[in-house]
């Protein structure tokens, strides 16, 4: 049997109920991270269209998405809902947003409703449970960057920061500790770095870390 956790305000969304029926054990229960665990390092962020752009708008988003990305090395973001555009954001802004998650490495599933979305979680939770991602040839699978430092993947999780700019910041103050105590017109002065990836990389260093719900 197949065996999901989902997190108890997932109740609301009736998921849980749909995958009950198709013979999945549930368990609910106040998850740290994410909406669902469907494997072995594998969870699942699922956002409405609406709750997506709400979201992007209360910037709530980039947190959730480097929140996801600790849980486990294959993060999962399900947009549920017939289409991503319409919302308050703009469509490029929506296109940009995907664009970068997909770069940070979560995968983007979308599903049309409730049962879809159950549906999407019922054949990850069989493909992790019959090993379907070890399975798959060399060639096939997703090449570890072990050239990457922990320097680097820190600055790459703030959002519009790519790894190539974070080598450049990296370059410039020489480590995150002088990185921390320069000033956003430091940042704004890098060949490339606007506002908004200054203020990005300000919000990383200096925002209040929050404890995760217990369980």
Known sequence: MLL???DVHERASRVPLVLAEMGVLV???ALPRGDYVVGPSTVVERKTVIGLHRSIQERRFWRQMGKLREAGNSPVLLIEGQSVFG??????GIRGVCLAVADLGVTIIRSEGPRDTAAWLYRLAARRRDGAVRDRPVYAQRRKSDDVSPAEAALSAAPGVSSVTARAVLKRFGSIRNLCEANVEDLKSLQGDGRTR???IRTLIHDPWTAPRSN
């Open 4 to 6: 999901v956790t989902a």
């Open 27 to 29: 368990e609910l229960r």
């Open 87 to 92: 919302g308050p954001v703009a469509n490029d």
């Open 198 to 200: 200054a203020e990005a």
